[in-house]
């Protein structure tokens, strides 16, 4: 089984920074991925970043040149960097890694999610 355990979200006023960590744990051989999506109130969970074990990442439209993701292979974690933060931002932030638990075995996982709420 693993886990995946978000933290960082919370209040800030437009134009502030947040930066959100997650961390998996459990029975992993290596992970593939791991990126962020978000859900606002009677919307679609979409993603925002992902990022490969090799530093590649993807960004949607929206987030960029504002927010910046990170991975560190060695803590099987993945950070968010959110500047510039805009009411829009509002939103249930979840982790998402593909994992593998074993050479010829790997699932995709979800956090619990962590709350962003941008207003003044």
């Known amino acids: 089984q693993v886990h995946l355990v978000e933290s960082g979200g919370g209040l800030v006023q437009p134009g502030g920074s947040l930066r959100l960590s997650c961390t998996a744990s459990?029975?992993?051989?290596?992970?593939?991925?791991m990126g962020w999506y978000r859900q606002a109130p009677g919307q679609l969970r979409e993603l925002v970043a992902s990022t490969t074990n090799a530093n590649y990442t993807d960004y949607a439209e929206f987030v960029k040149g504002r927010f910046a993701i990170s991975i560190d292979n060695h803590k099987n974690s993945v950070y968010l960097q959110m500047n510039s933060l805009t009411p829009e931002d509002t939103a249930v932030y979840y982790c998402?890694?593909?994992?593998?638990?074993?050479?010829?075995?790997?699932?995709?996982?979800w956090g619990q999610g962590t709350q962003v709420t941008v207003s003044s």
């Open positions: 459990g029975v992993i051989d290596s992970i593939l991925y």
């Open positions: 998402n890694a593909h994992v593998y638990l074993n050479p010829y075995e790997s699932y995709t996982y």
